[in-house]
């Protein structure tokens, strides 16, 4: 059911965070989509039959957007409102899909999806704050050159982030 609106809800997400995601000029836009599109298959992932087994891939993605999200110069508050919106994006778009179902079934779904937000976005602030001590600490919490992020490593850690999602969903 997530997986048939993703795009739309990948542009939804996308087109709600603006500003924050066209002022930033170390990641591009394609890139910081491209993550949300992963973070919105992993959660269709998370409510199916191979949750256990996408427990990880969701908490490296977690993770990697907390540390995008720092490298993008968010603060932690507007990680966590990121996540959020993604939340009212599914209340919204699972809405017609959800009255359908037995009560029972649907509230099933609800919950287990706001569990895995729940945590997804506990990991991102973690992420986030990993990414933070670490720039505090390399060269006395002054950024140099050298500690410049390339988007095009961002997207080879996309990739590897895709592929666990892909050895996963392969075996299913």
């Known amino acids: ?6 795009d739309e809800m990948v542009t939804q997400w996308a087109d709600w965070l603006g500003d924050r995601i066209e002022t930033s ?7 910081i989509e491209r993550e949300l599109r992963l973070i919105v298959e992993l959660l269709g992932e998370m409510i199916g039959p191979v949750r256990r087994e996408t427990t ?5 993605a977690c993770e990697h957007f907390g540390r995008l999200a720092a490298t993008r110069g968010l603060a932690a508050g507007e990680v966590v409102d990121e996540m959020q919106y993604l939340r009212e994006l599914l209340i919204r778009n ?3 899909v959800l ?7 649907a509230m099933a779904i609800m919950l287990q999806l706001n569990r895995v937000l729940d945590k997804g976005i506990g990991v991102a602030v973690v992420g986030y704050t990993d990414a933070l001590v670490a720039t505090i600490f390399a060269q006395n919490g002054v950024p140099s050159e050298g500690t410049a992020v390339d988007a095009e490593e ?7 982030l895709e592929a666990e999602l892909a050895a996963v969903t392969r075996n299913q």
């Open 1 to 6: 059911m997530i997986f048939d609106l993703r």
């Open 25 to 31: 000029t170390t990641i591009p836009r394609p890139v």
């Open 56 to 60: 990880p891939v969701w908490h490296h």
């Open 94 to 96: 699972l809405a017609p």
């Open 99 to 105: 009255a359908a179902m037995r009560p029972r079934r």
């Open 154 to 160: 961002v997207g080879r850690q996309l990739e590897q």
